[in-house]
Nanobody, 114 residues
């Protein structure tokens, strides 16, 4: 079982920002696909953002609901995946999971509330 260590969740007011981090062993960080999912109470898990590495470039995709507000990035030197979340809304409240290959993080709670 590969362990992904997530951090950065918390409580923030609407309009605020958070940055999630996901540290992974170097042995899996070179995998082609990685990303972030979230699951809100009573809702299905949904994809938020992803990076797919090819020989030419990294291809990034976002859910329509977060485009222009969230930014996914990776630091290969630190074996860490990030999700910068700006202009947060109450509907962004969920448990956020990082995924690298077929490995899932433990989840980190993000709560957006005044």
């Amino acid at each position: 079982q590969v362990q992904l260590v997530e951090s950065g969740g918390g409580l923030v007011q609407p309009g605020g920002s958070l940055r999630l981090s996901c540290a992974a062993p170097g042995s899996i960080f070179s995998r082609n696909a990685m990303g972030w999912y979230r699951q809100a109470p009573g809702k299905q898990r949904e994809g938020v953002a992803s990076i797919t590495r090819t020989a030419r470039a990294d291809y990034i995709n976002y859910a329509d609901s977060v485009k222009g507000r969230f930014t996914i990035s990776r630091d290969n030197a630190k074996n860490t995946l990030y999700l910068q979340m700006n202009s947060l809304k109450p509907e962004d409240t969920a448990v956020y999971y990082c995924v690298i290959g077929t490995n899932w993080g433990q989840g980190t709670q993000v709560t957006v509330s005044s």
